[in-house]
């Protein structure tokens, strides 16, 4: 039997459970901030690295060169360069060997010498890269520079085992990592030392955050150093001597932060039926009346026998007799009250005894009377 039903209003309070750990008992030690956790010096970032290259040393796992010519193509490539000539139409068809695609982050600041993590993702059909081995792959910046090398084991967090037709897989088994497996060859240019100032971007544009930036730098550091250029930019002068502006920064980046009240706003993931708000959610007065639907569908196998004087030929045919059945459970109409609190606001939505996928419809409908005081982001 197959059935179709809307489930029964439960689960609310864990959809919402993020949105209780902001409640007005924990509002004030949850506003107290530093300038470091909503603001980053510009200029001061990392960058993304990709390369291609190979894992060898695979138990049987690799690429089916049938299908992926490029691995054998790379292959050769590999095996010309090692000063060894394959003779002409020679068909490798390595089953240890996989064509991969490395990417992996280079810090700020990063110098040469340096170690840095890389991942290694599978760019054709293996089967799985556990136990592989990866060899030198160049790491270009989106210039085209080469910035880093990488090698190495990788480290597949996964298992898969296979007999007879049938297959076993825990994890992905077609991407891995290697710890400190890329070096760095050639340092990015940054323009932390360049100029008279040093230019703070905020992480959420808002005015109100940035012009208490600004004050907190000036109210430290005397008036004047620190202006806020707009909601996502503070400009603060900077000495010139490299040691002095590291301290400067690290001092700067360290005041304390007295953060303005959040936006209201409401998360919605269409997908899950998740539901997350934060403190500054408020209702206004309205009534809302809901109610559930729900469609059962059955299904039940029929034998239809031939009959006595049937033609020739005749035979037993299976047939399926369906049942469907409606039924929408009533929806009584609840008065929501003013509420300014989250906690106010989360018992009223209780109390209308709807699931987080049916909030969902709720709440767009509450936005759309102009009951509900928030941004509605669905994600």
Do not use: W
């Not at 109409?333 to 209780?350: E, H, R």
């Amino acid at each position: 039997m197959n059935r179709f039903a809307i489930a029964p209003p439960r689960f609310l309070a864990l959809a919402l459970l993020l949105a209780l750990l902001a409640l007005p008992g924990g509002a004030a030690l949850a506003q107290a901030a530093r300038i470091k956790d909503v603001a980053a010096v510009q200029g001061v970032r990392s960058n993304q690295l990709t390369g291609y290259g190979l894992v060898v040393g695979l138990d049987g796992t690799g690429d089916q060169s049938s299908q992926m010519p490029y691995t054998s193509q790379t292959l050769a490539n590999y095996l010309q360069q090692m000063g060894i000539t394959l003779p002409p139409g020679a068909n490798l068809q390595p089953k240890n060997v996989a064509a991969v695609l490395v990417t992996a982050q280079l810090p700020a600041f990063a110098r040469p010498g340096q170690a840095i993590d890389v991942t290694v993702s599978s760019a054709g059909n293996a089967k799985s890269l556990r136990g592989g081995t990866l060899i030198t792959t160049p790491l270009r910046g989106v210039d085209g520079q080469v910035y880093a090398l990488a090698q190495g084991n990788l480290l597949v967090g996964g298992a898969g085992a296979s007999a007879g037709g049938s297959s076993v897989t825990i994890n992905h088994l077609s991407a891995g990592r290697i710890p400190g497996g890329g070096q760095v060859e050639r340092a990015v240019p940054t323009p932390f030392l360049l100029g008279e100032h040093i230019d703070l971007n905020l992480n959420a544009a808002d005015f109100q955050t940035a012009r208490r930036v600004a004050q907190s730098i000036n109210r430290a550091l005397g008036e004047g150093m620190a202006q806020a250029l707009d909601g996502r930019m503070v400009r603060v002068r900077a000495p010139l001597d490299p040691n002095a502006r590291v301290a400067f920064v690290a001092d700067i980046e360290d005041l304390p932060l007295d953060l303005p009240r959040a936006a209201a706003k409401v998360v919605v993931n269409a997908r899950t039926g998740s539901v997350v708000m934060n403190q500054s959610v408020a209702l206004s007065p309205s009534a809302v009346a809901h109610g559930n639907l729900s469609v059962s569908i059955s299904s039940t196998p029929q034998v239809s026998q031939p009959g006595p004087f049937a033609p020739p030929g005749a035979q037993t045919v299976v047939t399926e007799k369906a049942d469907i059945q409606v039924s929408q459970q009533g929806g009584a109409l609840i008065q929501m009250a003013a509420s300014a609190q989250l906690g106010d606001v989360v018992k009223a939505l209780n109390a209308l005894g709807a699931t987080p996928q049916d909030l969902v419809a709720i709440l767009q409908a509450l936005k759309a009377a102009g009951a509900l005081q928030a941004e509605l982001e669905v994600i």
